[in-house]
């Protein structure tokens, strides 16, 4: 395609519609007014629409389809809000079952759609994507002839161009030096040739839009690299009081960190001080103050192999609160839950029903039992089943939630000189079941408990590269939004003084500038036409 | 220190109102043409819209003393401090246009704010864990600006649409509008239903079974209109007409629905009386009132989106992600009042760019304004106090 050579001497890309240094208009029906959104430059989309390429440019360069991506991804936003989302609901339970249960029929079709992980949904993500291309080739589509057009604009403006202005007036006898001093006072960038001037302030705030775009693709960008390996980690670590865990996710070739939990603390606010008094009773219960575990962290020696036990080396103490985590490394421990009281130890012994004598007392760690535990004197206790968290299931059958011993339950068989063969006993908390002829039973002896905490493990190497873009963008959001582009020409035609203005926004700057120039000097005030954007 | 800020807020209050009315002299044409009697009372209506900024000013600061924390921490302080930062806009914008026309609407708006903020519970309260951290006052106090500005933009569209709508014939345009003005109504109706019931001291209770399925009291201040679902009502009061559907689980959510009725039947009445006594629809008669230029009116809604969505963007969303990352570990967690704050970020680029690049000037322009204070209010009450997420203390 070949370049159109304007008759100022300019040569212009194939496509333009505004001579880009004197703004003659090159084609029969360019409305000036309205080209000079992007300076009448060539923009691809406008100019190549065969290929196949061209045709997905030229979709991703539309700003409608820009909107109407945008308001797409806000109604489907909008939608996830109206239940609560996968993650939000109680662990544990079925989702299809809870939707419909807690929302009726409507929870279930909400869940049936997929809109229960409405934000992780591929289309979700693949709309993301679209706003994501959309953006950069909108911003390549314009960005860069603007940027050019800009750049070689000249002082002298073509006659067309300056009468299809929207402010625009001719004057006699005007003194140039007086309108150079006062646009210069008004602190506008002033250029003359040949007796025209050409004033110019706030180009930069041109350049806001393109640079607030390459912020958000940077920040989308950064949000997308969490999927990769070793970007990201995301764990939950619970640790009992006086306790060591492995960190997940901490292990490398320098070793792995370990946590102590030495306390975990939590404060209410008291109820009788003053300022709060009315806020705490009005609440009825009580108000947490402060979720605090006091820490130390460890790490392996170099040369720790797996499997083998871990010999600890100190790093260093820390507290940890919510709003305060604890860092190290790259690597941030977050006070995310706790869970008071937890069962610990439970403490039994061995009574005779019929005396009620007791032949010794076994302590049953309850993360770890032991079989069988030997009272001396011939009597001893065996630990048949375990069940930490007990329930009946379906079939009736006693069974265990889980791991966690919230109700211990177990079965016993008492072995003492009186009965050799042993007797069973099913034993649990408030429950102490036997066939009924048991001449021993376990009594319960008291109970140990011990906090938790629940510490989220995070580590992002991502984060730099979000804030960055966040930067960026609202370095570009504001250089677009709090300044603009305001340009006057002034032009010798003929013996006599045109004057043009044009801005890119804010009209009511532009025309209060207008009106202090034409004040100062003998300049005919600029008028307003009808403007054709409306 | 409590009762000197809660006696500055009142005064903050009066004073509004007084600004308002000085407002609304300098555009009554009645007595007076001339330059010099609008500008006068514009003045003053500025002057005493300042000083009644500066009272509130002094409320919040004050109740800061007392309280420990930057009083940005419940419903009652937010939406206050919204309304504050709505009078601190309108200044700045006032400042850069000097439209009286903007005071009278802008500023009852604001107080309509307010006064809706002062029902809710007004007692100083302790900050949960959570929310301890300095990112509160940074990322509450910049949300609030950006909105308040951005509500800047619904008053002028909205002035806009009055302007410019014809009200000789009924449209859809004027139905809406008149729905628009019927909701600032129901809000004064709510504000009147809550004074009156409380006034008169009128309770009734439930008794219904909470989601651990144990029976809870729950206690009314106005006659039930909506039960709680499978509740029983223990006195012999004006009986449900009907049961809130078991879906909406929020706290007290059937309270919540009940009182939200009210409101509307409130509003649908003094809707009515005005109707009655202005005998035309009531933005027709606020027309004549409207005098400002079409096209200035414009511009100052597209300057606030302007200047209020940078400030929105940077508080409601960059230092909510910064807060986030350090309180919850994450910046991002799809939270509904995340999500919403999103979707009002969204909804503003969108605004833009339909003006900048599509040229949606003039009354399209004006009614996007409008939908986006909708979605900003939207966001402060009903994602607080109907959808149930982490800033349902709020």
């Known amino acids: 395609m070949q370049s159109i050579t304007c008759e100022c001497g300019h040569s212009n890309p194939y496509g333009t519609s505004l001579c880009q240094a004197c703004g003659k208009p090159l084609q029969q029906d360019v409305e000036v007014l309205s080209s000079m959104r992007y300076e009448g430059s060539a923009r691809r989309s406008q100019t190549y629409k065969q290929t196949f390429v061209d045709r997905v440019w030229n979709f991703f360069s539309s700003v409608k389809v820009g909107v109407w991506l945008i308001v797409i991804i806000l109604v489907a936003a909008a939608i996830g809000t109206i239940f609560p989302q996968e993650t939000f609901i109680p662990p544990n339970v079925d989702p299809a079952a809870h939707y419909e249960s807690e929302y009726g029929t409507l929870g279930l079709i909400y869940y049936l759609l997929g809109f229960h992980n409405l934000y992780g949904s591929w289309w979700f993500i693949l709309l993301l994507g679209m706003l994501g291309l959309s953006i950069i080739i909108a911003s390549l589509d314009r960005g860069i002839p603007l940027y050019k057009a800009l750049k070689t604009q000249r002082v002298t403006r073509h006659d067309q161009f300056m009468k299809k202005q929207r402010l625009f007036s001719k004057s006699h006898d005007v003194e140039l030096e007086e309108i150079k001093y006062t646009l210069e006072s008004l602190r506008y960038k002033v250029r003359e040739e040949n007796g025209n001037l050409f004033a110019e302030k706030g180009r930069f705030s041109r350049w806001g839009a393109y640079v607030n775009h390459v912020g958000l693709i940077i920040f989308l960008t950064g949000a997308m690299l969490r999927f990769f390996p070793g970007m990201y980690v995301d764990d939950i670590l619970w640790v009992r009081e006086g306790e060591k865990a492995s960190i997940p996710g901490t292990a490398s070739d320098e070793g792995q960190y370990y946590l102590e939990n030495n306390k975990f603390i939590l404060e209410m606010y008291d109820k009788q001080e003053k300022k709060f008094n009315s806020a705490l009773s009005s609440v009825g219960g009580e108000v947490a103050k402060n979720y605090q575990s006091n820490v130390t962290l460890y790490k392996t020696k170099e040369n720790h192999t797996a499997g083998a036990d871990p010999e600890l080396v100190k790093v260093k103490d820390g507290e940890i609160r919510v709003n305060e985590p604890f860092k190290f490394d790259s690597f941030a421990l977050y006070q995310t839950d706790f869970k008071l009281n937890e069962f610990y130890k439970m403490s039994f012994e061995l009574e005779e029903k019929a005396t009620g004598k007791k032949f010794g007392k076994l302590t049953v760690d309850l993360h770890d039992p032991e079989t069988e535990y030997d009272l001396g004197n011939g009597y001893k206790v065996k630990i048949e089943e375990y069940f930490p968290n007990f329930i009946l299931n379906e079939h009736k059958q006693p069974s265990t939630v889980n791991n966690l011993p919230d109700n211990p339950a177990f079965v016993f068989s008492m072995y003492s000189p009186k009965v050799p063969q042993g007797e069973k006993a099913f034993v649990g908390i408030q429950k102490n079941i036997d066939s009924g002829d048991n001449q021993f039973k376990m009594s319960f002896a008291g109970i140990e408990t011990k906090n938790l905490t629940a510490l989220t493990v995070r580590k992002d190497h991502t984060l730099w590269i979000i804030a960055l873009g966040g930067i960026i963008f609202m370095i570009g959001v504001t250089q677009g939004l709090y300044w603009n582009y305001r340009r006057i020409w002034i032009k010798q035609n003929h013996g006599e003084v045109w004057a043009a203005a044009h801005t890119n926004k804010n009209w009511y700057g532009l025309k209060k500038d207008v009106e202090f120039l034409s004040n100062k000097t003998n300049l005919t005030p600029l008028e307003e036409k009808e403007s054709d954007s409306k | ?394």
């Open chain 2, 1 to 394: 220190m409590a009762e000197i800020s809660s006696t500055l807020l009142y005064s903050a209050f009066i004073i509004y109102l007084f600004s308002t009315l000085f407002f609304a002299m300098s555009i009554s044409d009645k007595k007076n043409k001339d330059a010099d009697h609008t500008k006068k009372w514009g003045k003053i209506g500025f002057i005493s819209s300042c000083i009644g900024f500066t009272a509130q000013l002094g409320y919040f600061i004050t109740r800061w003393m007392a309280s420990g924390h930057a009083p940005v921490s419940n419903l009652f302080e937010f939406t206050t401090f919204f309304g504050m930062m709505m009078v601190l806009a309108f200044i700045i914008l006032y400042a850069i246009y000097r439209t009286n026309g903007l005071g009278v609407f802008a500023m009852p708006v604001a107080l309509l704010v307010i006064a809706y903020a002062s029902m809710f519970p007004r007692d100083i309260s302790p900050l949960i864990p959570a929310l301890q951290s300095d990112w509160l006052k940074i990322h509450v106090t910049t949300a609030a600006l950006g909105e308040g500005i951005l509500a800047i933009s619904f008053v002028s569209g909205l002035l806009y649409l009055i302007r410019t709508v014809d009200q000789t014939v009924a449209s859809k345009k004027t139905l809406w509008l008149e729905i628009i003005l019927y909701s600032l109504i129901a809000v004064v109706g709510f504000i009147v239903v809550s004074l009156g019931f409380k006034g008169a001291g009128y309770q009734t209770a439930f008794e219904m079974m909470n989601e651990q399925n144990q029976p809870v009291k729950v206690v009314y201040d106005m006659p039930a209109i909506a039960g709680p679902s499978n509740g029983e009502q223990l006195d012999n009061s004006f009986g449900p007409l009907f049961s809130t559907p078991s879906w909406m689980n929020g706290v007290d959510a059937s309270i919540k629905l009940n009182t939200f009725i009210w409101s509307l039947i409130a509003g649908a009445v003094l809707y009515g009386l005005l109707r009655l006594i202005l005998r035309k629809r009531i933005a027709a008669a606020l027309q004549s009132k409207v005098n400002m230029k079409p096209d200035l009116l414009d511009e100052i809604s597209y300057r606030a989106v302007a200047i209020g969505f940078p400030i929105f963007t940077l508080g409601a969303l960059i230092f909510a992600m910064i807060w986030a990352q350090q309180a919850w570990s994450r910046f991002w967690g799809w939270d509904p009042k995340e999500v919403w704050a999103l979707i009002t970020f969204l909804f503003y680029a969108a605004f833009l760019h339909l003006r900048l690049s599509r040229g949606w000037h003039g009354e399209k322009s004006a009614w996007l304004c409008v939908l986006g204070f909708w979605i900003i209010t939207f966001n402060l009450i009903a994602v607080n106090l109907v959808l149930v997420g982490l800033h349902s203390y709020a």
